[in-house]
């Protein structure tokens, strides 16, 4: 994989990191205001805040996990095993790459993976 490639998935992947980041900081700020917002109020309430709390941390989980994703790619760029399917080795599509840069799995790889999924 040529270096100008790598740069630039480098570079979108700084982005993704950087959106993700914004989200978490803004899903952290709503989840603040509502916790100030419950008071004293009756259980409907209470478990209806409780449920929205639940939400947020539902959110966060899955933008952590695609952060956790995002910084594991840019270490795969920096030890040189970006583009490489993590389960047989092969090269990843470019293509697939540019849809999805923390991508992991080339796509024939990723299509067993799910089959194999439990639905």
């Given at each position: 994989?040529?270096?100008?490639?790598?740069?630039?998935?480098?570079?979108k992947l700084l982005?993704?990191?950087a959106e993700v980041l914004e989200?978490?900081?803004?899903?952290?700020?709503?989840?603040r205001?509502?916790?100030e917002d419950i008071g004293v109020k009756d259980?409907?309430?209470?478990a209806s805040n409780d449920i929205d709390a639940r939400t947020l941390e539902a959110v966060g989980a899955k933008d952590k996990a695609r952060l956790?994703?995002?910084?594991?790619a840019l270490?795969?760029?920096e030890n040189g095993r970006f583009g490489l399917c993590a389960a047989c080795g092969a090269k990843?599509?470019?293509a697939r790459l540019e849809a999805i840069p923390y991508s992991v799995l080339c796509i024939s790889c990723q299509t067993s993976s799910e089959r194999r999924r439990p639905r």
């Open positions: 994989m040529d270096k100008r490639f790598k740069n630039k998935m480098q570079k982005e993704l990191k989200s978490l900081i803004a899903e952290n700020n709503d989840f205001a509502a916790v259980l409907a309430d209470v956790e994703r995002i910084e594991a270490g795969r760029i990843i599509n470019r």
